[in-house]
């Protein structure tokens, strides 16, 4: 899955460093990343160093560690939307300075990537690192000021938190509890498509929790919404942070509960149905790894005793 990026060791415990012109800087701009390549290397990306973009090292923002390489967040507006700079006259002009940067450094050039293409982007641990840092960005950008008083946030020193300084709220970084159901019935797996969006692949029962109800709930509720089928037998699997959409997954795997005819709920799913397990293979030709939800309907397909 995205987030397996060993031998590579991601630390996200927060300390306020200061940065070094070695590390990286991880500029976001319109909801996309700054990666660079070189040009002997046209598969293989890499986040450049502030050195590397001759960026300024004030207003950076620590994001986290990767293999004790510390990577920080620029925010290219050409002003502070974000609260956390005081004095935006430091602030440099716009995004096409650091393109600029990158091709008069010999051998580079710079792409600015989408959340999208953070699915292709190798090697690994560096669409991880641009896909976590995209979901840090929105939260900071989301959150200049406090939803009770309306005063503006500040940020914490100690742990990755805003605070308001008038009425003392507090504000943490969202993240979205969901599950991710594979239902089976013997050799089959119940497999669905989304109504109504872009992507068209084979998917998963799925969906967010809701306030008051354990994951487990969750489980039960959501595959009798969208298909009318009861399900038994729950039992965890993993989960796994999507930063596509700031939410933290749960994998289950159940049992439908005895025979049940399916009745789609054609909003939210525009097909489901049932996959023998040798067939899975022919009903799209490949699954890719980074979800898990193609991690689960793998598992199913390769492991008879599920």
């Not at 293989?44 to 967040?73: N, Q």
């Not at 440099?92 to 393109?99: A, H, K, M, N, V």
């Not at 959501?222 to 089928?229: A, F, L, N």
């Not at 525009?270 to 890719?288: H, L």
Request: with cysteine.
């Amino acid at each position: 899955m995205i987030q397996d990026i060993t031998p590579h060791q991601y630390d996200n415990h927060y300390i306020e460093y200061q940065p070094q012109i070695t590390d990286f800087c991880i500029c976001i701009k319109d909801g996309t990343v700054l990666l660079c390549q070189d040009k002997k290397e046209k598969n293989s990306w890499y986040i450049p160093t502030f050195k590397e973009l001759a960026e300024p090292l004030y207003g950076a923002v620590y994001l986290f560690a990767i293999d004790g390489r510390h990577y920080f967040l620029k925010q290219m507006t050409g002003k502070d939307d974000t609260g956390l700079i005081e004095d935006e006259s430091n602030m440099t002009s716009g995004p096409s300075d650091r393109l600029q940067a990158l091709e008069n450094t010999k051998g580079l050039t710079g792409a600015w990537k989408n959340r999208r293409d953070m699915r292709e982007i190798m090697p690994r641990f560096i669409a991880f690192a641009g896909i976590t840092a995209l979901q840090l960005d929105g939260w900071y950008r989301n959150n200049r000021y406090c939803g009770h008083c309306g005063g503006l946030l500040k940020k914490d020193h100690k742990e990755r938190m805003l605070y308001c300084e008038k009425c003392g709220s507090r504000v943490y970084p969202r993240i979205n509890p969901a599950v991710i159901i594979a239902v089976t019935k013997g050799s089959k797996l119940l497999m669905t498509k989304y109504a109504g969006r872009t992507y068209t692949r084979y998917a998963l029962v799925a969906g967010f929790t809701e306030i008051g109800e354990t994951l487990e709930q969750t489980v039960a509720r959501e595959v009798m919404e969208e298909t009318g089928i009861r399900v038994k037998n729950l039992r965890y699997y993993k989960s796994q942070p999507w930063s596509f959409t700031d939410t933290l997954l749960t994998g289950f795997f159940c049992e439908a509960d005895g025979e049940q005819d399916i009745r789609l709920d054609k909003e939210e799913l525009s097909v489901a149905e049932w996959i023998e397990r040798d067939k899975i293979d022919q009903a799209q030709d490949s699954y890719d790894d980074l979800s898990l939800t193609n991690e689960m309907i793998c598992y199913f397909r390769d492991h008879k005793d599920v």
